[in-house]
């Protein structure tokens, strides 16, 4: 998604500095996007490049699976490095607008049925949604111009082989978003107007994307004409359920693929890859 955020920032106009590991693959970057190798937990690395910028799109942290497995990596990185971000803002751009992508992992797994909302408190119960927490709070506590972005399970509208084993139950609750509505999400953050209630804000697809986890994979199949029944799910509940959009979507924008048009989407992409 960075490369996408990279592409769509560019397009409206603005400068962009993409900063990544010097391994990233930096090819083919849009124009108005320079590469700007350095490393994340590099206090020098990220004053060069947040010093006099208008805005900070930070999206760079360790993941699950090796979030979980490389527990002091992941800390330096997702912790440890967005303390480096805010701090560098706060001497070298204290006038940016800092967009943090965050997950709604941080709530941990629901323990009902019932719509999650902002102000639920942090409930994290694996190394990545803590390392998370931990990071929004110094992001909110920052005391800079912010948006925090907890961003639902991101759908990808081409073809994927699909997991070893489904990241939820079949009967739990699973309101995804769809790649682009994430990635508008991310670009409307740098200049939306802003108020108490969007500056943090549940990242998901709205009442088209509301459903079950064996519904969306029964959807899946169907595309591929593979038996649902053959579908094997985690043996506990993944941190997904419904989100309340609390006037998020209002002041960015983002949501703009419904589920039936991913499915349209997706199918495509299948339809294309069998006439290869």
């Given at each position: 998604m960075?490369?996408l955020?990279?592409?769509?920032?560019a397009?409206?106009?603005h400068?962009?500095k993409?900063?990544?590991?010097?391994t990233?693959n930096?090819?083919?970057?849009?124009?108005?996007?320079?590469a700007l190798?350095g490393d994340?937990?590099?206090?020098e690395?990220?004053?060069?490049a947040v010093?006099?910028?208008?805005a900070v799109?930070h999206?760079a942290?360790?993941l699950p699976p090796?979030a979980d497995?490389?527990?002091?990596?992941?800390?330096r990185?997702n912790?440890?490095?967005t303390?480096?971000i805010?701090?560098?803002?706060?001497s070298?751009a204290?006038?940016?607008?800092l967009?943090?992508s965050?997950?709604?992992s941080v709530?941990?797994?629901?323990?009902?049925?019932?719509?999650?909302t902002?102000?639920q408190?942090?409930?994290?119960?694996?190394?990545?949604?803590?390392?998370?927490?931990e990071?929004?709070?110094?992001v909110?506590?920052?005391?800079?111009?912010?948006?925090?972005?907890?961003?639902?399970?991101v759908?990808?509208p081409?073809?994927q082989e699909p997991p070893a084993?489904?990241?939820?139950?079949p009967?739990?609750k699973i309101e995804?978003v769809h790649?682009d509505?994430?990635v508008?999400?991310?670009?409307?953050?740098v200049?939306?107007?802003?108020d108490d209630?969007?500056?943090i804000?549940n990242?998901?697809?709205?009442?088209?994307w509301?459903?079950?986890?064996?519904?969306?994979?029964?959807d899946y199949?169907?595309m591929?004409?593979?038996?649902?029944?053959?579908?094997?799910y985690?043996?506990?509940?993944g941190?997904?359920a419904?989100?309340?959009?609390?006037?998020?979507n209002?002041?960015l924008d983002?949501?703009?693929?419904s589920y039936?048009q991913?499915?349209?989407q997706l199918?495509a992409?299948?339809d294309?890859?069998m006439?290869?």
């Open positions: 960075g490369r955020v990279c592409a769509r920032l397009s409206d106009g400068v962009v993409a900063f990544d590991l010097a990233a930096f090819a083919d970057l849009p124009q108005g996007v320079t190798p994340l937990t590099s206090v690395d990220i004053q060069a010093e006099g910028v208008d799109v999206l942290a360790i090796v497995k490389l527990i002091e990596l992941t800390q990185v912790v440890c490095g303390q480096i805010v701090d560098a803002i706060k070298y204290p006038n940016a607008r967009v943090f965050s997950s709604v709530y941990g797994t629901p323990v009902n049925d019932a719509e999650i902002t102000s408190p942090y409930a994290p119960d694996d190394n990545y949604a803590k390392t998370k927490a990071s929004e709070q110094i909110v506590d920052s005391g800079l111009d912010s948006c925090v972005l907890r961003i639902s399970g759908s990808i081409i073809f084993a489904w990241p939820f139950l009967d739990q995804f790649r509505d994430a508008n999400a991310i670009v409307a953050g200049t939306a107007e802003l209630s969007s500056r804000v990242v998901s697809g709205g009442a088209s509301r459903t079950t986890g064996a519904k969306y994979v029964t199949f169907g591929i004409e593979v038996d649902p029944a053959d579908a094997i985690q043996s506990e509940p941190h997904f419904w989100y309340s959009e609390q006037g998020g209002a002041a983002y949501q703009q693929n039936p991913f499915l349209e199918q992409d299948i294309r890859m006439e290869e």
